[in-house]
């Protein structure tokens, strides 16, 4: 790898290959061929997208995700090595972070 390229924002080991928008959003990071081969996305990108669900962040499923997500969600969470537990977990603990800052905010 050589010292100005970029490395995979989702395995944070290889270079990558290019730059592209991830599945779960409006974001654009950099991936490596395995990473894209393997349909891996960034996991914390996943809890964001998780976090602004319209169901309890508690409570959701794969089903929740639309059908061509799905793939990559169960990618994601396998290659993070993170259950169903920890995504509602670390979404909901979002969900509190987010909602301590926006109320800071008020009155600003």
Known sequence: MSDDSLVCEVCGKN?????ACSVFGAMSMAYCSDCIRKNRDSYGLLVATAA??????????????????RATVTATMKYAGKSWDDLRRESTALL??????DGGAKGA
């Open 96 to 101: 509190k972070e987010m909602a301590a800052y």
């Open 15 to 19: 270079e990558s290959v290019g730059i």
């Open 52 to 69: 602004c669900f319209p169901v309890p962040s508690d409570q959701i499923k794969l089903e929740d995700f639309r059908e061509d997500l």
